[in-house]
């Protein structure tokens, strides 16, 4: 990034998705290789002269913000593709007319063209990803850009319908002559507009490699049109299983502590003790 690349000899048209890729596989290279060179300098220089090595400390610190920098190039990109790409798409969304459409439990969701391309492209960039990062940088990726389009799905909505002035009622006109995007107004159509966004979530957890991210656009968006669409999850109910399945392991143990004392005697008194099982009950 601002190293001039398009203008060097080796005359890039533009620096994509791949060519940042690589860049934060040869800075991390560096970042591994680094320590050893300043320890291998270490042990051969005079103690006197340790302090030079801080200009490689500095360096180290540089790289590693610059490599911070391409990380989160990856979301700009994304970033820039959802707000100017496929924003203007977002007044083509009528949710009353969509939530006629029939769709049964084993069909997919067909979403809007803004939910729609947003899903294309992140899956895009994956597809690129996968092949040049290691796993763990490929979830560090994606976890940056699944914070952003669950704060941006929503927020743009909001953005397109305050726009036109208007945040409710069925699509209108804008001022321009242009389709004006409207939140929808029927049960159907804020049960599509959350389902659709749902399904969008759905996908991008569903891509190789990735961790099930817990995203909230779809809370956002629920409380946004003062509809429950979605079930409530009941993290109480399991916590209750859980203290359950403790107490239940506990009675075992009690119980097993005993059967062993039970045992103990019955060993006593066949090598000549003198205790009884009623001795056994009362020390219990």
Not at 46 to 62: E, G, N, T, V
Not at 66 to 82: A, D, P, Q, R, T
Not at 243 to 270: C, R, T
Request: aromatic share 4%; hydrophobic share 40%.
């Amino acid at each position: 990034l601002g190293a001039g690349a398009i203008h060097s000899a080796a005359r890039l048209k533009s620096i994509n998705a791949k060519h940042l890729a690589l860049v934060t596989q040869c800075l991390g290279l560096l970042l591994n290789i680094l320590p050893h060179i300043r320890a291998a300098l270490m042990a051969q220089l005079p103690s006197k002269q340790h302090s030079l090595l801080a200009d490689l400390d500095k360096i180290q610190k540089d790289i590693h913000e610059h490599n911070e920098k391409v990380l989160s190039k990856f979301v700009s990109i994304i970033g820039g593709i959802v707000e100017h790409g496929l924003a203007p798409r977002i007044p083509k969304s009528e949710f009353d007319s969509r939530g006629k459409m029939a769709c049964s439990s084993g069909d997919k969701m067909v979403l809007c063209p803004f939910l729609d391309g947003i899903s294309v492209n992140v899956r895009k960039m994956h597809q690129v990803l996968k092949l040049l990062l290691p796993e763990d940088h490929l979830r560090d990726v994606f976890s940056r850009i699944f914070v952003y389009v669950d704060q941006k799905v929503v927020s743009l909505f909001v953005a397109a319908s305050e726009k036109n002035g208007t945040s409710s009622g069925s699509n209108s006109q804008g001022n321009s002559g242009a389709p004006a995007f409207t939140f929808p107004n029927t049960f159907e159509g804020k049960k599509r507009m959350v389902l659709e966004v749902q399904a969008l979530l759905q996908i991008l957890n569903d891509l190789d490699e990735m961790l099930q991210w817990d995203f909230t656009a779809c809370q956002v968006l629920e409380r946004k049109l003062n509809v429950r669409v979605i079930p409530k999850k009941e993290p109480l109910q399991v916590a209750e299983e859980a203290n359950h399945d403790e107490a239940a392991e506990g009675a075992s143990d009690v119980n097993g502590a005993h059967d062993k004392k039970l045992v103990d005697a019955q060993s006593s008194s066949e090598n000549g003790g003198v205790k009884t099982q009623e001795e056994v009950r009362t020390e219990s």
